[in-house]
């Protein structure tokens, strides 16, 4: 309940302040290290990404992104699977047509439920782990593609698209965090008054 009233309030705020851009998507990034102390409240372990577009269809890679199926999805692809009957009709044998379930060999398709690591525990407030930026580098963009990123901060999201052959481009209010960028990453940088 929760989550679908959210998302819905997610979409018509969009729709309402940020008309130039359509909103595609909410996804839950559920963490695999949340805040460890929430005081009286349950301890927080997810957030919302909203993908907000500028175009109707922007570029979605789901191949690039696939992941393993779960183990239930493996073993029930061993077994074929009746085409198109209610349980009922299947139990009482009046169907005997199959349909043959194959498992993509690329893996599952991406879902809206996402578990990385908060950060990549380095010392900058907020910095992601390497492996979220990434994920949605290559769900988003092809190489050579330009990738931007507004607040930088220690500039992952940048060495993400580095390391997969994007074009990128950052900017950072906080001298200190664009040097631990130049430092760690070895990003170029440049200032501007
Ligand atoms: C949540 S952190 C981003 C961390 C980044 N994703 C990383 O992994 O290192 C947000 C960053 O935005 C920077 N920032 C805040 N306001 C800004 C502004 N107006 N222009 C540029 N950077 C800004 C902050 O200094 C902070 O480093």
Redesign the pocket.
């Known amino acids: 309940m929760w989550l679908s009233l959210l998302s819905y309030w997610h979409k018509r705020y969009m729709t309402i302040k940020l008309e130039r851009y359509k909103y595609q998507d909410c996804i839950i990034w559920a963490k695999k290290n949340g805040a460890p102390n929430a005081g009286r409240r349950r301890a927080n372990y997810f957030e919302y990404i909203l993908h907000l577009s500028k175009t109707l269809k922007p570029k979605w890679n789901p191949d690039a992104i696939r992941t393993p199926y779960p183990e239930v999805s493996v073993k029930r692809a061993k077994s074929p699977i009746k085409n198109n009957v209610s349980n009922r009709e299947s139990r009482n044998g009046a169907i005997t047509e199959y349909k043959e379930w194959k498992l993509n060999p690329l893996g599952s398709y991406p879902k809206n439920l996402i578990f990385f690591p908060k950060?990549?525990g380095k010392n900058?407030?907020?910095?992601?782990h390497i492996d979220l930026?990434s994920h949605f580098i290559k769900a988003h963009s092809d190489i050579n593609d330009l990738v931007v990123?507004?607040?930088?901060?220690?500039?992952?999201?940048l060495q993400a698209a580095k390391l997969l052959s994007r074009r990128f481009l950052g900017?950072?209010?906080?001298p200190e965090?664009v040097l631990?960028?130049s430092q760690e990453y070895g990003l170029e940088s440049s200032t501007s008054p």
């Open positions: 950060d990549s900058h407030i907020a910095s992601y930026p990123d507004p607040f930088a901060g220690r500039g992952t999201t900017f950072e209010i906080k965090h631990m960028a």
